[in-house]
Nanobody, 121 residues
Framework: EVQLVESGGGLVQPGGSLRLSCAAS????????MSWVRQAPGKGLEWVST????????YYADSVKGRFTISRDNTKNTLYLQLNSVTTEDTAMYYC??????????????RGQGTQVTVSS
């Protein structure tokens, strides 16, 4: 069974930064495509970013492009999401997920429990 544990969420002021982490286990992380998705209050699940196993090829939603950075450390089985220049629109529960954009949104069994990010002054 896939295990993904997110951390690093919290309260941050508009314009601030935060780094989310996701510890992965029980699967071959180093060859897995990984993604971040988020869900804002009262809204559906939104894909945020995807990274290939090489850690070089990355993809971003237009809403976060230029502000968020996805990365990974295959030696530590850990996925990251750096959030910069956050706005209130970034307030959401953030989930890391095994798989690409489509499977991350479709398969709840491949997502962690999430970490809450709240942007507020």
């Amino acid at each position: 069974e896939v295990q993904l544990v997110e951390s690093g969420g919290g309260l941050v002021q508009p314009g601030g930064s935060l780094r989310l982490s996701c510890a992965a286990s029980r699967f071959s992380f180093h060859i897995a495509v990984m993604s971040w998705v988020r869900q804002a209050p009262g809204k559906g699940l939104e894909w945020v970013s995807t990274i290939n196993p090489d850690g070089i090829t990355t993809y971003y939603a237009d809403s976060v492009k230029g502000r968020f950075t996805i990365s990974r450390d295959n030696t530590k089985n850990t996925l990251y999401l750096q959030l910069n220049s956050v706005t209130t629109e970034d307030t959401a529960m953030y989930y890391c997920a095994l798989g690409n954009r489509d499977s991350a949104r479709r398969d709840a069994g491949r997502r962690g429990q999430g970490t809450q990010v709240t942007v507020s002054s």
